[in-house]
């Protein structure tokens, strides 16, 4: 029996490899994914400027408050108690009605989140569906998100399946995944060697090459398509 239970964990041991070999995996950047659709863009920017005409609001309350105490404490001396208890409670009121609408809007599932999930969850079902549609077509067992919450220290490209998700929502492109255009091979002109004075005239002072004849000919590096 006890031979029996120590055999058990050295077979698991011994299958793991096989049963990792049998089952494929990949991963997408669903983040990259988005910013190359078209609706993401415009969902942004309309996002956007709700938030800045939700802030503009936030601002002006803000403003109205400074003004109604800007206002008590030049009028302060001419008033009388009731009449500074009055004041006082209305610039409380507002500041408390300014900083409900603020947590109503940029708060925690506030306006503004609620908005977000309105413009980007369509977007996010159709990233989904065409990772989807790819893992069964690669037969992907598991498929990670690298823009996901799960830290990925390492990923090998032979495992990213992005641009397949790209071809899918139909934004794949020629020139995908290419390095930028290169720019002129620049060459420092090495700097003139000074003199040592000790050897007066008679020592030669070293001086650098011309610049035409110390520059190299260079040509940009042609890209591969």
Do not use: C
Request: net charge positive; proline share 7%; no cysteine.
């Amino acid at each position: 029996m006890k031979r029996l239970l120590f055999a058990l964990p050295v077979l698991w041991l011994a299958l793991l490899p096989v049963l990792a070999r049998a089952q494929k995996f990949g991963y997408v950047d669903t983040e990259f994914i988005m910013t190359k659709m078209p609706a993401y863009a415009q969902a942004q920017q309309e996002l956007n400027t709700a938030s800045q005409t939700w802030q503009k609001e936030v601002e002006a309350q803000k403003k109205d408050i400074d003004r109604l105490y800007r206002t008590y404490q030049a009028e302060e001396v001419l008033l009388t108690e009731p009449m500074k208890k009055k004041r006082q409670d209305e610039i409380l009121k507002k500041e408390q009605d300014a900083k409900a609408y603020q947590n109503r809007v940029f708060g925690y599932e506030g306006l503004l989140f609620k908005k977000r999930q309105e413009l980007t969850k369509p977007i996010q079902d159709q990233v989904f569906e065409a990772v989807e549609k790819v893992a069964k077509k690669k037969q992907l067992a598991i498929v990670f998100d690298k823009a996901g919450d799960l830290t990925m220290l390492y990923t090998n490209p032979a495992h990213d399946y992005t641009e397949f998700v790209l071809e899918e929502l139909g934004l794949a492109s020629e020139d995908r995944n290419q390095p930028g255009p290169k720019g002129a091979v620049k060459t420092v002109t090495p700097p003139q060697t000074p003199a040592d004075p000790e050897f007066g005239d008679d020592a030669p002072a070293t001086k650098a090459a011309p610049a035409s004849k110390s520059k190299a000919t260079s040509k940009p590096t042609p890209r591969n398509n």
